[in-house]
RNA sequence: GCCGCCGUAGCUCAGCUGGCAGAGCAACCGCCUUGUAAGUGGUAGGUCAUGGGUUCGAAUCCCAUCGGCGGCUCCA
C-alpha cells in the first residue's frame, strides 16, 4: 500500500484549471513534500473515514455471502477497496446490493473499537479465514506487511470491531460510523487482483470504492472522473479521426491517421531541427538484426521475455529489434575513434517492436510497435559531466516546447547486481545529480533503482490533469561498450572506454501523442494543429472570398480548409469547434468589403472582425512561439 | 497471461424470457442563402467480431478463437 501515492503528489482537483480549454495552471509544490502529503493524509479523517468505509463493505459483503474470505482492505488515494475471495463472480447487480447494505449498516452509527492480542488468539479469531492466517504469520514473524513486503519492527497484533464484524487491523478508524456520510459514499467496480500481487496466486475479486467527506466532494471526485474520460485519447482518437488499432492488423499495432501523421511529422521536424542545432548525428538501422547480435549484446540473456521469435533466413536466426543501441554501438565501432572524435551523439528515431501481453494493451499508450526518439552518446570520461548537462538541458527544451511546465525527476543509483567498476557508477551517480542541481529541477533519489548496467535519470511531466507521465529517460550503459569492445585511441596512443549514455526524450511516439491527446483534450497548440483554421463564409456569394483569402493565408504557411458546405454557419462553427480547430474565421459581406476576417477562437471566444493581416500576424507569432 | 464485463450501420447505442435487424448523428442527393455551437426533405448503409454447436428457427442459448474495457502483474 505505502507507494499508492508516490503516483502524484498534489492532488489532481487542486490543479484543474476552472477555464477548460487545457490551460495548464502552473503551481510550484515542493516535491519533498511529497513524503509528507502521503503522511498527512494517512493521519487525516478523511483516511480513517475510507479505512473505515472498507470494513463496512466487507462487512456487507460478509452478510450477503456468509462463505467469503477476506484478504485486504486499505484506503487509497481516491477512496478504498478489500479484496475478497467469493464463491462466485460478483455482478454490478451485487454492487448495488453491496452499497444499499452498507448505508443500512452506516446508519447505526456502530463503534470502532481495538483491542490488542496475541498471534494465539488472533489465530483463534480467524480460524476460518486463510489469508488472514497468512497476515499473522508475517505480522509475528515481524518479516512482513500486509503486502508481504519485509519491514523492521515486530507490530502487534490488534483487532478492530464495529457492529459485528472484527477485522485484523492496525487502524486507525473513525470512532463510529456517524462519521461516514452514506451520500458520500459510492463503490466504483469490481476488477481481478491476486493475492499479495504476486501472479501465481489466488486470483481474488477487489471491490473499488470511494467515499468523501462532503457529497459534493463526492460529486466533484465522479465529475473529475467524466472529464478524464472525455479527454482520454482512445475516446479522442476515434471523434477526432486521429489513429486506428485494428483487428486484422494486429493488437498494439497503432496505425497513425493522416492528421495525426501530419502532426507527428511536425514534431518530428521540429525534433530533428532542434538535433542538429544541438551537434547530433542522424543515424539509421535495420528493423531485424542477427541472433549473435542479440548474444553478444545480451538482450537474449535479459530481455527475451519481451522479443519476438526468431525469423530464420538461411539457416540464420533474426531477431525484430526490441531496442536501437546494438545498431549504434555498430555505428560507432565501425571505424577507429580517437578522443578528439568524442562526444560522439547518434540520433535515430527507431521504430521497435516488443511482446507485451494482451491485458497490459492500451491505446497508444502501451503497444507492440512503437518508435523512439533514441540516441546514444559516448564521450570521454572528464566530458561527461557536461554532456550531462547538456542532455538534460536539451531534454528540458524539447517537453517545454511541446508545452509542458512542470518536472519531476528520478535518480536511480546502482543496484547490488551490477556490471561496471564502481568509480565510474560513483562517478555517473555523481554526475547525474550534480546536473539535476544545476538544473534546479525537483527530483527523488531511488537508491539501488538503477538498471544492472548504469544509474539513470528518468524525467516526469504532469498534465493538465494531475497526472504524472514518465517521458524522458537518460541512462548510463557500462554494459554495452564492454561487451562490444568499444574503445578510442587517447592523447597516450592508448585504447580507453568511452563512456556511454543511452536517452530518449518524448520516450515512445506513440505514447507522447497519446499524453498530448490528453494534456490538450485535443486542442493542440496551433503549431501542431493539423488545420490551424477554417474559413467559414455565412453564405454562398462568400465562397470565392474564403478561397482567395485561403490562398493568400496558405502562402504564409498556414494550414487553412474552407468550410463551403452548403450549410448554415452555426452548424459550420459547431462542426469546427468539435474538431477544436484553433481559429475560425467567419466571413460574410461586412468582411468581403473591407478585406476582413472575423475570428473566433475555439475557446468560444469572440474578437470579431480584423484585418486579414493583422490575424495572419498574430497567427504566426502563435506558431512561431509554440503558444495556444 | 490471469479475473470480470463487453463486441449489432462510419460513430453512439436500442433490440426483454429464441420468431422478418432498429434509432439518432455522420455520409450521399435535393431545397433553403443563412452573422457566432445542430435549417429542412429524401436516399443509401449491417456475414449482428470470427468459427463451430443446440434448435423447426439464433443478434439472442452453449463452446472455442480474435479483439476491446476495468483491474492484477509488467512497462516507453
Redesign the pocket.
Known sequence: MRNIFVRTWVEPRDIISPHWDGIFLFLRKDIEMAAELQNEYEQSELYRVRHSTAHVMAQAVLALFPEAKFAIGPAIQDGFYYDFDLPR?L?SDDLDLIEDKMKEIIKGRHVFTREVISAEQARHVFKNQPYKLELIDGLEQGGMDEDGNPIQEKPEISLYKSDTFVDLCRGPHVENMGKINPKAVKLM??????WR?D?NRQ?L??IYGTAWLDPKDLKDYIWKLEEAKKRDH?RLG?DLDLYS?N?EV???LVLWHPKLGLMRKLAEHFCDEEHLKAGYDFVYSPHIGKASLWETSGHLGFYKENMYSPISVEGQDYFIKPMNCPFHVHIYKSGLKSYKDLPLRYAENGTVY?Y????????MM???G?TQDDAHHFCLPEQMPDEIDFVLDFSLHILRSFGFKEFKAYLSTKPEKSVGEPERWRDAEAALEEALKRAELPYEVDAGGGAFYGPKIDLKIKDAIGREW?LS?IQFDFNLPERFGLTYVGDDGQPHRPYMIHRALL??L??FFGILIEHYAGAFPVWLSPTQATIIP????HNDYAHTIAKELQQYGLRISVDDR??????K??DA??QKIPY?L?V????MENHQV?L?LRS?D?P??MALEAFREMALEAIANHTA
Open positions: 463472480p455482478t467496480s469490481v476488477a481481478g487482483a491476486y500481487g501472479e486470483m475479486q477487489r482512445r476515434k488499432v483487428d494486429g493488437a498494439g516488443r507485451e501481453r494482451s491485458g497490459v494493451l492500451h491505446g502501451r503497444v507492440r512503437f514518465q529517460t520516450g515512445s506513440e505514447r455565412i453564405a454562398d456569394r452548403a450549410d448554415r454557419m452555426n452548424a462553427i459547431r469547434q468539435k475560425m467567419i460574410g459581406d461586412a468582411e472575423s473566433r468560444g469572440n470579431g472582425a
